[in-house]
């Protein structure tokens, strides 16, 4: 089976950074494509940045210029590099993925367990 494991989240002061790491494991033939999503208490899922199909990359204006996504297939690994963290940046972030199961271009979709991003002073 193909998993996503994400890590990389904790506490980080204001201003900080963090580098979130969303790892795909099983047997693999490439990504079509990947995202990193956030949820706050009590609000619904957002997309953060994406690495849609055909390599466009897409951020959500709250984090354009601070946040960077990038994707390192040999590694099976898509990050997702935060910087000038705020403190409405704490949520649960999960990475989800279309990832190519075999050469015929079946593909599997599935979402990480998420990994909780808290920035407090």
């Known amino acids: 089976q193909v998993q996503l494991v994400e890590s990389g989240g904790g506490l980080v002061q204001p201003g900080g950074s963090l580098r979130l790491s969303c790892v795909a494991s099983?047997?693999?033939?490439?990504?079509?494509?990947s995202g990193w999503y956030r949820q706050a208490p009590g609000q619904q899922r957002e997309l953060v940045a994406e690495?849609?199909?055909?390599?466009?990359?897409n951020y959500a204006d709250s984090v354009k210029g601070r946040f960077t996504i990038s994707r390192d297939n040999a590694k099976n690994t898509v990050y997702l590099q935060m910087r000038s963290l705020k403190a409405e940046d704490t949520a649960v972030y999960s990475c989800?993925?279309?990832?190519?199961?075999?050469?015929?271009?079946?593909?599997?979709?599935?979402w990480g367990p998420g990994t909780q991003v808290t920035v407090s002073s």
């Open positions: 690495i849609a199909s055909g390599g466009n990359i």
């Open positions: 099983g047997s693999i033939f490439g990504w079509d494509e």
């Open positions: 989800s993925g279309v990832l190519y199961i075999d050469q015929l271009g079946s593909t599997w979709y599935g």
